[in-house]
């Protein structure tokens, strides 16, 4: 039972270009969404995250959008950069218990931005 | 400099034997969380730990178990490795309290390859 959807498993995009991944959940017992970017021979490091009671994020040039009447959310990358292309993976947060220590991923997506 | 460390990058093991995977943290955090990551499916979580001595299964435990004796160091053990354990192994720790991003920190992996 997945969770977390992730979409697509792979983007290519030029240099410039304004890659956006998608993700959808079905637990409305989630409250916190971050995105992590891994590098190659890397572990995987927070990016952004919002919480569900605002509608866009942004931080430079990445941009979270949420959309909680659709359970969904979307990491937006302007401008983007050879030095962006990476493996993102969307995650998901519960709100109590013993789910709320633990991160729900969706399957990542490979980026990849060819100058 | 936050911190996690992971004793190993690269472990090459015959089948059935024991394995140790170690993992510490030096930012006295009290969750940690051992992952593995395969193509296509993402990160998942095999056991999380939330205090010293606690465990708690995550959605793939089987095959493995965890020991938690310090706070800092938290042990991934393959009681009798199979080749369908050959993975990638992440570890993150992060803090307890559920008010704020409860950010994940992750080390750089350990590629496990059993023969």
């Given at each position: 039972q997945q969770q977390v959807k992730q979409s697509p498993q792979s983007l290519i995009v030029q240099k410039g270009g304004i890659p956006i991944i998608n993700c959808a959940y079905?637990?409305?017992?989630?409250?916190y969404f971050p995105w992590y970017q891994q590098f190659p021979g890397k572990g995987p490091a927070l990016l952004i995250a919002i919480r569900p009671d605002v509608s866009e994020k942004k931080e430079g040039r990445f941009t979270i959008s949420f959309n909680k009447s659709a359970k969904q959310f979307s990491l937006h990358i302007m401008d983007s950069q050879p030095g962006d292309s990476a493996t993102y993976f969307c995650a998901a947060r519960g709100n109590s218990g013993a789910g709320s220590y633990q991160l729900t991923f969706g399957k990542g997506t490979k980026l990849s931005v060819i100058p | 400099d936050v911190k996690v460390t992971q004793s190993s990058r690269y472990l090459v093991k015959r089948t059935g034997e024991k394995v140790f995977l170690e993992c510490v943290q030096d930012?006295?955090?009290?969750n940690m969380f051992w992952y593995r990551q395969d193509p296509g499916l993402g990160l998942r979580l095999i056991y999380f730990s939330y205090d010293v001595k606690m465990k708690e299964k995550g959605d793939i435990p089987e095959g493995y178990s965890v020991s938690r004796e310090k706070k800092e160091r938290f042990s991934l053990i393959l009681e009798s490795a199979s080749t369908n354990q050959t993975s990638m192994y992440l570890c993150a720790s992060s803090i307890?309290?559920?008010?704020?991003?409860?950010e994940q920190f992750f080390g750089p992996g350990t590629r496990l390859t059993v023969l």
């Amino acid at each position: 039972q997945q969770q977390v959807k992730q979409s697509p498993q792979s983007l290519i995009v030029q240099k410039g270009g304004i890659p956006i991944i998608n993700c959808a959940y079905e637990n409305t017992a989630f409250d916190y969404f971050p995105w992590y970017q891994q590098f190659p021979g890397k572990g995987p490091a927070l990016l952004i995250a919002i919480r569900p009671d605002v509608s866009e994020k942004k931080e430079g040039r990445f941009t979270i959008s949420f959309n909680k009447s659709a359970k969904q959310f979307s990491l937006h990358i302007m401008d983007s950069q050879p030095g962006d292309s990476a493996t993102y993976f969307c995650a998901a947060r519960g709100n109590s218990g013993a789910g709320s220590y633990q991160l729900t991923f969706g399957k990542g997506t490979k980026l990849s931005v060819i100058p | 400099d936050v911190k996690v460390t992971q004793s190993s990058r690269y472990l090459v093991k015959r089948t059935g034997e024991k394995v140790f995977l170690e993992c510490v943290q030096d930012m006295d955090h009290e969750n940690m969380f051992w992952y593995r990551q395969d193509p296509g499916l993402g990160l998942r979580l095999i056991y999380f730990s939330y205090d010293v001595k606690m465990k708690e299964k995550g959605d793939i435990p089987e095959g493995y178990s965890v020991s938690r004796e310090k706070k800092e160091r938290f042990s991934l053990i393959l009681e009798s490795a199979s080749t369908n354990q050959t993975s990638m192994y992440l570890c993150a720790s992060s803090i307890r309290g559920t008010g704020g991003s409860n950010e994940q920190f992750f080390g750089p992996g350990t590629r496990l390859t059993v023969l």
